[in-house]
């Protein structure tokens, strides 16, 4: 029996969302609709609230394993990540419903390239978060 692991989520179900994420601006790019990018908005929103992800809850069941023999993730980063996330896809929304394609293009992008990335092995977020966080202690050393 493995060691239950505190606020930590196991890489698959961040690995399910981030798919779910790239898919959703994917659609949304082929049919040319901020629409699609709603859903992952909402979900993401609900994250962010009420700490539950509908993907990540459904995606659960598919795990077979124990949660704590999968490689954890830990679920602050991916609060921070998802408050990003929300305000891009924010952004996306509204700047189609403004009809400004090029922010709609720009904004669910940075959403579809830090999913993408985050996939391959390199999250922009966690880079992002540990700048700020050494950030703030060399500023509290002064």
């Given amino acids: 029996m493995g060691r239950a692991l505190i606020n930590t989520i196991p ?4 690995q399910m969302n981030q798919w779910f994420i790239v898919l959703s601006v994917s659609i949304s790019w082929l049919f040319q609709s901020e629409l699609f990018l709603l859903i992952p908005f909402v979900i993401g929103l609900s994250g962010l609230l009420f700490r539950f992800n509908p993907v990540m809850k459904v995606g659960k069941y598919f795990l077979t394993k124990e949660w704590s023999s999968y490689p954890p993730e ?3 980063q991916q609060q921070f990540n998802n408050v990003i996330a ?3 896809l924010g952004s996306a929304v ?3 419903l ?3 394609g090029t922010g709609f293009y ?3 992008g940075m959403v579809f390239l ?3 990335v985050a996939l391959a092995g390199f999250c922009i977020g966690c880079f992002l978060r540990f700048q700020w966080k050494k950030f703030q202690y060399n500023r509290s050393l002064q």
């Fill in 94 to 96: 509204m700047s189609a």
């Fill in 74 to 76: 830990d679920a602050d």
């Fill in 86 to 88: 929300v305000i891009c």
């Fill in 11 to 14: 890489r698959p179900l961040v």
């Fill in 98 to 100: 403004f009809d400004w």
């Fill in 114 to 116: 830090a999913a993408s």
């Fill in 106 to 108: 720009l904004f669910s």
